[in-house]
């Protein structure tokens, strides 16, 4: 069971180990000021079993297959489904021109309801283009889960697509344990 000591130890250990400071220039294009580096806390074997530990439970029943977004996305998708026994797609940004072809490797999607994981969302940019894929391919899509939102909490991308975000932390709550 997730207690708040656990969600404020895992909060200051992101903290600790993925927020910079400087100038970025995150994918959205905005131009900020600080960054959460998930792969930091994605190679920390203990806090992404830990950052898992807290997500496992709000990957819904309802899950058939979890997708995992490149690149950030798949460690954290590939311990989830350690934990959950859901088997893992795992989403390409573009399809590979080689072998398959494939934008969704993995298993057979169609008819299923696809549970996307991501690491950091600021506008959803990434996973709205992946909700089309898994759509296109007949795959049922509501629902996406994330390490840490840093923007809306209902992105506008999402919402267009009927798609509800769940975060495991928001800007603000980690914030407070900075």
Request: aromatic content about 6%; charged content about 20%; some cysteine.
């Amino acid at each position: 069971m997730t207690t708040p000591d656990t969600m404020s130890s895992v909060a200051r250990r992101i903290n600790e180990v993925a927020f910079l400071t400087g100038e970025f220039t995150l994918r959205s294009g905005i131009v900020s000021d600080h960054y959460f580096d998930k792969y930091a806390f994605e190679a920390d074997p203990k806090l992404l079993s830990d950052i898992c530990d807290l997500l496992a439970p709000r990957v819904p029943d309802s899950a058939e297959v979890l997708v995992g977004m490149e690149l950030g996305g798949v460690p954290i998708a590939t311990m989830l489904s350690q934990r959950t026994g859901l088997p893992l797609a795992l989403a390409r940004k573009e399809p590979k021109t080689y072998g398959t072809a494939r934008q969704i490797e993995g298993p057979e999607v169609s008819g299923k309801n696809a549970f996307i994981v991501e690491d950091v969302i600021t506008s959803g940019g990434a996973v709205a283009d992946s909700i089309a894929v898994l759509r296109d391919l007949g795959a049922t899509v509501t629902q996406v889960l994330c390490v840490i939102n840093r923007g809306d909490p209902n992105p506008p991308l999402l919402n267009e697509r009927n798609v509800t975000l769940d975060a495991l932390f928001t800007e603000e709550t980690l914030n407070q344990h900075r």
